[in-house]
């Protein structure tokens, strides 16, 4: 079972989650090339030894420069760069992105991660990922809910429209998108609201960072009937790649490196499995046909 994760709630440049996380992890990988348990390391500093814990842990969300700067001395960090870098982690982890006054309603810390983000990998089997959902097709989604107002599925659209601006930035990430075939044929909204979808997919599949495959219901079982899940990379050489799991009632992110081996076989086994991305696209082309005689018969 993955472990669940309780991650902060979360700007380019870097996001607070991600610098929280870089610094955590460095502090973390300082203590262990030392050979020192988080109780030697407090004992020495004269701290309670959850303090040293809850730091690497992320539970204690902020370290004054003073604690920073009495760790990194007894770690022996004498390179200026790195100690101005990770005291600029400390330092504006506390900011908030954009996403913030979407926090109640946003998946808790993904956009921070998306942002920064080099590479995105998800697969979905049951509807169009966020990313690249059109403005009818979400809102047809979000109201599938039928205890949500008016004024909640509103903003709800406002902050999933702002989630994709990850991919119009100028350096994007790389987006691997695998399909299930579901997720094309079930017609969310109207078939006029999906044929937009779908043509919507076409042209997002022409860009040099999208990149879309199909897993057809003729291959049967496949590695991801799982269920859907999405893999962060990033290219600072310090942060590790995250997995992220939705559930109805919670999220999990999956940071342990099995964990994250498993879901990157998973991965390569569904892409092994789908369609190559100009068979994709003739597919969803061929759906889009099907749609639009269905409309003007």
């Known amino acids: 079972m993955w472990k669940v994760v309780r991650l902060p709630r979360m700007q380019r440049a870097y996001g607070p989650s991600v610098r ?25 500093l004269g701290w309670q030894q959850t303090k040293v814990s809850k730091i690497e842990t992320g539970e204690r969300k902020k370290v004054t420069p003073d604690e920073l700067t009495e760790l990194l001395d007894y770690y022996e960090e004498e390179d200026p760069e790195i100690r101005e870098s990770l005291h600029e982690c400390a330092r504006l982890g506390n900011q908030r992105g954009w996403w913030a006054k979407y926090r109640d ?22 509807v169009v990922p966020g990313l690249l959902q059109t403005p009818d097709y979400a809102e047809a989604i979000f109201r599938a809910n039928l205890v949500r107002s008016d004024d909640e599925i509103a903003k709800r659209l406002n902050g999933r429209m702002k989630r994709q601006e ?22 969310i909204g109207s078939r006029e609201v999906m044929s937009q979808q779908l043509r919507h997919l076409t042209h997002m599949a022409a860009r040099h960072n999208v990149n879309i495959y199909v897993l057809p219901f003729s291959e ?48 390569a086994g569904a892409q092994g499995a789908a ?20 409309l003007i018969a």
């Open 166 to 187: 990850t991919l119009n930035r100028v350096d994007p990430p790389e987006y691997w998108v695998i399909l299930d075939e579901a997720a094309l044929r079930r017609v």
């Open 105 to 126: 309603l946003l998946p808790s810390g993904l956009p921070d991660f998306e942002v920064e983000a080099s590479v995105i990998k998800t697969y979905e089997c049951q």
């Open 20 to 44: 929280r996380r870089r610094l955590n992890a460095q502090l973390r990988r300082y203590r262990e090339r030392k050979g020192k348990t988080t109780g030697e390391v407090a004992k020495a």
């Open 275 to 294: 369609m190559s991305p100009v068979r994709s696209l003739a597919f969803i082309n061929d759906i889009i046909d099907s749609l639009e005689s269905d």
């Open 220 to 267: 049967g079982a496949h590695p991801a009937t799982m269920g859907s899940f999405v893999i962060m990379e990033f290219s600072n050489p310090m942060d590790a790649s995250i997995g992220y799991v939705e559930m109805p009632t919670s999220s999990a992110y999956v940071e342990e490196d099995h964990e994250l081996a498993e879901l990157n076989t998973i991965f």
